[in-house]
């Protein structure tokens, strides 16, 4: 399984960033996926996961209502997932990493140590 980030960079604070991440190999369509965030200093942490074909969703708390994270089922070796982040802040800057979960059920939780494949993740600047 391989995971590629995209959609990083500078952001105003207030403003809105999308990130993508394709997740390609062989039974993805059984695997979960998670974003997790890792800032300067802090352990990494997580954000959203989706279960397989985006049946489910789950959040941190306090990303509710300004996180989406979507699910493109389109393909069958290949699937990307988005994080759509509205009203950014100094406090979501941070390295956002996508990962995988081999969980044929329709659930996802965010629990690090259930995540085995990860991306190389993409840097989120928010600064004016």
């Known amino acids: 399984v391989q995971l590629v980030e995209s959609g990083g960079g500078l952001v105003q604070p207030g403003g809105s960033l999308r990130l993508s991440c394709k997740v390609s190999?062989?039974?993805?369509?059984?695997?979960?996926v998670a974003w997790f965030r890792q800032a300067p200093g802090k352990e990494r942490e997580g954000v959203s996961c989706?279960?397989?074909?985006?049946?489910?969703?789950?959040?941190?708390d306090s990303l509710k209502g300004r996180f989406t994270m979507s699910r493109d089922n389109a393909k069958d070796t290949e699937t990307t997932v988005y994080l759509q982040m509205e009203n950014l802040g100094p406090e979501d800057a941070a390295v956002y990493y996508c990962?995988?979960?081999?969980?044929?059920?329709?659930?996802?939780?965010?629990?690090?140590?259930?995540?085995?494949?990860w991306g190389q993740g993409t840097q989120v600047t928010v600064s004016s």
């Open positions: 190999g062989l039974g993805i369509e059984y695997y979960a």
């Open positions: 990962a995988a979960e081999y969980r044929p059920d329709y659930n996802c939780y965010l629990r690090i140590a259930n995540y085995k494949f």
């Open positions: 989706v279960s397989r074909f985006g049946v489910s969703t789950s959040y941190q």
